[in-house]
């Protein structure tokens, strides 16, 4: 009697630790199956039917993968730092003649300190750049001057600008992006050379 039990018990808990399996596999699986993605349709005049035309253009988006080209480079990492982001140059480029306060790549943030250029002390500006994205487009950048007029007594008044300069700034940078971003992309593009397909 006690042997059946404990058969019936050994039965048991191994139905039970095969649902345990599966359930383990399972959710061990879901996420490389959920990784494929969902179906999205595609407009079939976004893509040209000849295949190396095909591959000519998803290697040009950066969706192309060469298998031999990590056997011919060379040894290292590509690291990406905040001297190739475009806008981020261009920015630090364009105020380069003003002290920084703050530079916070991470945090997307660029303040300057109070800056005097003319010879009355008692004015100065300060400009605030905030990078809302990483793409080289008008509502990438937020960029505010603030003005400081001092009295002789020392009583200042700081003000948030809506002037020309604010508009000027950005356009300058967007500019100076779209540029180093051009030479950017003529630097790492190279010429890929689709194989010759065999025809019956």
Known sequence: MCYLIKIKMISKFSNNFNSIKIFVLILLIYPL???CGIYRPVDA???????EKRVQKNIEEG???RVWKGFTEEKGGKFDFASSNPLWRASLEKINFMPLLTADYGGGVIITDWYNST???NKAIKISITFLTNEIRSDALEIKVF???CEINKSCKIILSESKLNSELKLAILKRAALLEKSKKKKDFTEYKTPKT???
């Open 147 to 149: 003005k400081k007029n």
């Open 198 to 200: 065999f025809k019956d």
């Open 45 to 51: 005049k976004d893509y040209p039917p000849e295949p």
């Open 119 to 121: 010879d009355d002390p």
């Open 33 to 35: 199956l959920n990784s």
């Open 63 to 65: 969706r192309g993968l």
